[in-house]
């Protein structure tokens, strides 16, 4: 379980087979799965999701962009990454070859919200 001190929140870019559909509630169920797999509450996260009409050379299913702060423990990545993969995986009923996260660590500095640049 992470922490309950306050970290920057993760944010997730998916992007989905076309024939893949989803509901309102799926992405509900999504950002549930995930936090609870996780151990983070939900509203600390962020997942957008893209249907992808087209896709050259390997094709997955869903391609998931994560995006955390450098601040987050080797550990707390790893719950993050996997928890994600795991949710789009039920949620999508993929088998785990069809689902990736890539992880884009975002230094203190690079990141304006609210107006303001965020320092960690």
Same mark, same amino acid.
């Given at each position: ?20 559909? !989803? ?6 169920? /999504?950002?549930? @799965? $995930? *936090?609870?797999?996780?151990?983070? +509450? ?17 094709? !997955? ?6 995006? /955390?702060?450098? @601040? $987050? *423990?080797?550990?707390?990545?790893? +719950? ?12 999508f009923s993929l088998p785990a070859e069809e689902v990736i996260v890539l992880t884009n660590r975002v230094a203190a500095g690079h990141v ?9």
């Open positions: 379980m992470l922490r309950n001190e306050f970290k920057p929140m993760p944010i997730a870019h998916c992007r989905l087979k076309s024939s893949l559909r !989803y509901t309102p509630e799926d992405l509900s169920t /999504l950002i549930e @799965l $995930w *936090s609870d797999d996780a151990g983070i +509450a939900s509203d600390e996260m962020t997942i957008t999701l893209v249907s992808v009409d087209q896709m050259a050379g390997h094709h !997955y299913s869903a391609m998931a962009e994560l995006y /955390l702060p450098t @601040l $987050w *423990s080797k550990a707390e990545v790893a +719950a993050l990454q996997l928890g994600l993969a795991r949710a789009l995986s039920s949620v304006v919200e609210s107006g303001a640049v965020q320092e960690w």
